[in-house]
Nanobody, 127 residues
Framework: QVQLVESGGGSVQAGGSLRLSCAYS????????LGWFRQAPGKEREGVAS????????YYADSVKGRFTIAQDNAKNTLYLQMNDLKPEDTAMYHC????????????????????WGQGTQVTVSS
């Protein structure tokens, strides 16, 4: 099981930037995918971005393409989500997750295959 702890959330104005971090424990070779998901009050969980731990292939939801970047630093056991040009609709609790494989449907990351989840970090964007 992989332990994950997110940080870096906060409140920003529209157009601003934040970088989320997710510190994870050492994982075995069965963990093939890391990802970021978000959930706003009253809405379903949404896949934001995911990355294959080996090949480094990345996937993004259409709503964040060109604005968000997912990256992994294996030396630091940290997953990042750089978020630029933030919009009020990006307001949500953001969770990182580790899983057996990356599931992508119509180009968007899905939660299928993710086993371990962090507690989340809140991002609030004001207009």
């Amino acid at each position: 099981q992989v332990q994950l702890v997110e940080s870096g959330g906060g409140s920003v104005q529209a157009g601003g930037s934040l970088r989320l971090s997710c510190a994870y424990s050492t994982y075995t070779s069965s963990t093939k995918c890391l990802g970021w998901f978000r959930q706003a009050p009253g809405k379903e969980r949404e896949g934001v971005a995911s990355i294959y731990t080996g090949a480094g292939s990345t996937y993004y939801a259409d709503s964040v393409k060109g604005r968000f970047t997912i990256a992994q630093d294996n030396a630091k056991n940290t997953l990042y989500l750089q978020m630029n040009d933030l919009k009020p609709e990006d307001t949500a609790m953001y969770h990182c997750a580790a899983g057996f494989f990356c599931t992508v449907v119509a180009g968007a990351p899905k939660a299928t295959g993710f086993r371990d989840w962090g507690q989340g970090t809140q991002v609030t964007v004001s207009s």
